[in-house]
T-cell receptor, first 111, second 117 residues
C-alpha cells in the first residue's frame, strides 16, 4: 500500500505563504492525493485533492510533481486559524478502501 | 446543514466494562466510517459501511469490537470488554459515496474521547 512521508512540524509567520511538502514515491497511477487538516480537539476536515494537475480552491492550492512522487500543499496567507495538523493521504487506487493518514505535519503559525 | 454528530463527546470507564459510541452521519450520505485515533497519531480506519453493509472491516478487532448500521443511517460502535489500550479518540465520518471512493470527500464528527482506567 502506498504511503506518504511528511515533516513532523513546520512553522510559518502569519500573513506569509506556507508550503507543506509530502513525498509519496510509491504512488500508483490511479491513486488520488488528498489533504485533510485537523484543528485541535476537532475531527479532520477536507482541504483539497488532485490526481495529476495542480488544483486550487478557496482554502489552498495543491501542486503535484510531474512524476507524482511528491506534492505540496500551499496556503497562500497563513492565519492563526490555519494552525493544525495537515495530513497528506493517498486513496488506494485499487479498492479505494483504505485512507492512510500517517502522522501528518503540525503547523504552527507565529503572530 | 448539520454535520456529523457523535455522542458522547467524552467517556470514562473502568477496564473490562462495555462502552458504546453513537454516530449520526450527514443526511443523504451513504458511506459511514469509524476511525480510531491514538494520541499524536493520525486516524486509523476501523470499519467502512456502504448503506447497511460493512464493506471493509479488516482492521476491526472483532474479538472485542462490534459495529452496526441497521437502517443505513446512524451507527453504533461497541467495545466489550474495554482494555486500557483502547483509550483513544473514536471518530465517525460520512461521505456521499456517489463520486466513487477515490474522490469522495469525508466529513468527520468531533469524535468521542474514551479513557479506560
Amino acid at each position: 500500500d502506498a504511503k506518504t512521508t511528511q515533516p513532523n512540524s513546520m512553522e510559518s509567520n502569519e500573513e506569509e505563504p506556507v508550503h507543506l511538502p509530502c513525498n509519496h514515491s510509491t504512488i500508483s497511477g490511479t491513486d488520488y492525493i488528498h489533504w485533510y487538516r485537523q484543528l485541535p480537539s476537532q475531527g479532520p476536515e477536507y482541504v483539497i485533492h488532485g490526481l495529476t494537475s495542480n488544483v486550487n480552491n478557496r482554502m489552498a492550492s495543491l501542486a503535484i510533481a510531474e512524476d507524482r512522487k511528491s506534492s505540496t500543499l500551499i496556503l497562500h496567507r497563513a492565519t492563526l486559524r490555519d494552525a493544525a495538523v495537515y495530513y497528506c493521504i493517498l486513496r488506494d487506487g485499487d479498492t479505494g478502501n483504505q485512507f492512510y493518514f500517517g502522522t501528518g505535519t503540525s503547523l504552527t503559525v507565529i503572530p | 446543514e448539520a454535520g456529523v454528530v457523535q455522542s458522547p463527546r467524552y467517556k470514562i470507564i473502568e477496564k473490562k466494562q462495555p462502552v458504546a459510541f453513537w454516530c449520526n452521519p450527514i443526511s443523504g450520505h451513504n458511506t459511514l466510517y469509524w476511525y480510531l485515533q491514538n494520541l499524536g497519531q493520525g486516524p486509523e480506519l476501523l470499519i467502512r459501511y456502504e448503506n447497511e453493509e460493512a464493506v471493509d472491516d479488516s482492521q476491526l478487532p472483532k474479538d472485542r469490537f462490534s459495529a452496526e448500521r441497521l437502517k443505513g443511517v446512524d451507527s453504533t460502535l461497541k467495545i466489550q470488554p474495554a482494555e486500557l489500550g483502547d483509550s483513544a479518540v473514536y471518530l465517525c465520518a460520512s461521505s456521499f459515496g456517489e463520486t466513487g471512493p477515490l474522490t469522495d470527500t469525508q466529513y468527520f464528527g468531533p469524535g468521542t474521547r474514551l479513557t479506560v482506567l
